[in-house]
């Protein structure tokens, strides 16, 4: 089966610098999800990658896929307190034929403080 | 507008119980999904419908007895309520619920959070 391995597990950065979560798999990745977790507010979907050597950009957030498909990053630049949460890589496992069949395997999470 | 909600938000009960999660979206999709995040954030899938028609059925103890009444809506009936039943329960929906597309998505609801005394 699948498994992902988020690191850090763990992330305190002073407010302004660049940070970088790493998000790697044990199986070649067909779809590679970044959500945010905020206590109370469920999972924020932030980007999806598909193809090796992808790379996205929403504000001030980056993801990329790596060529071999078998690590994502995810690079926050000029970091804010908007953007304290804990952040999960999911992998798309799966029937890609029968609908209702996908399932996201997750990283066990980063945990990202801002420090003012 | 909220695309996910479930109800309760939280839920404090004491073991032995029977309690419901509700989970209602109104994104139009096709696919709802339940999620376990235990106390170590580890979140893993435990039901899928697609249709009102359950497609994925982890290994979950049949305490655990997911229902859709129509394809906006899935519950979580969870019956003789253990310690190890603590957890946050994520619902989700996607528009078709097959993978390596692209486009399936999978939005979240704010989680309900279960507390067994």
């Known amino acids: 089966s699948q498994e992902l391995e988020q690191s850090p597990q763990s992330l305190i950065v002073q407010e302004g610098k660049n940070l970088t979560i790493n998000c790697t798999s044990s199986k070649t990745l067909y779809g590679l999800y970044w959500y945010k977790q905020k206590y109370g507010e469920g999972l924020i979907f932030l980007m999806m990658l598909q193809k090796g050597g992808e790379e996205k950009s929403h504000e001030k957030i980056t993801a990329k896929l790596d060529e071999k498909k078998q690590q994502s990053s995810l690079h926050i630049t000029a970091s804010q307190p908007s953007h304290a949460g804990i952040y999960l890589c999911g992998a798309e496992t799966g029937s890609i034929i029968i609908q209702g069949a996908q399932k996201l395997v997750f990283g066990q999470g980063t945990r990202l403080t801002i420090n003012p | 507008d909220t695309a996910v909600s479930q109800t309760p938000k939280y839920l404090v009960t004491q073991m032995g119980n029977d309690k419901s999660i509700k989970c209602e979206q109104n994104?139009?999709?096709?696919?709802m999904y339940w999620y376990k995040q235990d106390s170590k954030k580890f979140l893993k899938i435990m039901f899928s419908y697609n249709n009102k028609e359950l497609i994925i059925n982890e290994t979950v103890p049949n305490r655990f007895s997911p229902k859709s009444p129509d394809k906006a809506h899935l519950n979580l009936h969870i019956n003789s309520l253990e310690l190890g039943d603590s957890a946050v329960y994520f619902c989700a929906s996607s528009q078709e619920g097959r993978g390596f597309w692209g486009t399936d998505t999978q939005y979240f609801g704010p989680g309900t959070r279960l507390t067994v005394l």
């Open positions: 994104l139009g999709h096709d696919t």
